[in-house]
Structure formats: structure tokens, C-alpha cells
């Protein structure tokens, strides 16, 4: 006698696996980036907690990797914080300061382009809500 394996209740909207490997990749890596430049490579002054601002992204790696919409959608907010950044740092005195800001402004484009992309190809596969009255 067979009988049917009980299905998993869905957890909510999710991304594509594909497009959250991505993000989720791309956000590791900017932790990483991150942390090595605040803490090792070149950091403001000794002691320099700064380091710290890869706190949220690291937060946020679960969500991207299960391709969580809500994830996606304050990512896509949050992401301009770092950006931002990277544009101010973009213009500091030393040549190693200009590189890492180019670096970190690199990754952090990259990332806003996969979670947009993301949340559009999402909105995309959603039926349309009905008018109402």
C-alpha cells in the first residue's frame, strides 16, 4: 500500500535559487571584504570598531540563502548605506584608501543589481491582484 509522503507547508514567497546563491555569495563576500579591510588591511586607526558595519549583512545571509522576499526587499534598501559609503571613502587621500572604497563599491553594486533583478523577476511570477471595489 502506498501512501503519499505528507508535502512541506510553504514557508512564504521565495526567490529563485539560482538568484539567491547569488546574493547570498555576493554578500558573504562583501562581509568578508569588509571586515579584512576595517580590522586588517587598513583600518581608520588602531582599535577602530568600523569593522563592525558588517554586522546587518552577515544578519542577512539566512534570508538571502533561503530566498526570503522580506530579505530581499530591506537588502535593497540597506544596500545603499554601503554604497554610499564606497562613494565617500572613493575619494580619500591614500592610494590603498581609493582602492578598497573602488573594491567595496564594486561588490556593493554588483549585490544591488542581483537583489533588484531578484525582487523584479519575483513580481514577475506573481499572478494580478484583483481590483477592488
Do not use: H
Amino acid at each position: 500500500m502506498n501512501t503519499p509522503s505528507p508535502q512541506p507547508a510553504p514557508v512564504g514567497p521565495s526567490i529563485s535559487r539560482p538568484d539567491a546563491r547569488w546574493a547570498t555569495a555576493l554578500c558573504l563576500l562583501m562581509v568578508i571584504y569588509g571586515a579584512a579591510w576595517e580590522a586588517f588591511i587598513d583600518p581608520i586607526r588602531d582599535g577602530s570598531w568600523l569593522w563592525l558595519k558588517v554586522v546587518p549583512l552577515a544578519m542577512a545571509v539566512p534570508g538571502l540563502l533561503k530566498g526570503r522576499i522580506y530579505t530581499f526587499q530591506w537588502m535593497s534598501l540597506l544596500i545603499w548605506l554601503y554604497v554610499c559609503e564606497a562613494l565617500v571613502r572613493i575619494i580619500g587621500l591614500q592610494w590603498q584608501e581609493r582602492a578598497l572604497a573602488a573594491g567595496w563599491l564594486v561588490l556593493g553594486l554588483a549585490l544591488t543589481a542581483v537583489i533588484l533583478q531578484s525582487i523584479r523577476r519575483y513580481k514577475r511570477q506573481q499572478p494580478p491582484k484583483p481590483d477592488l471595489p
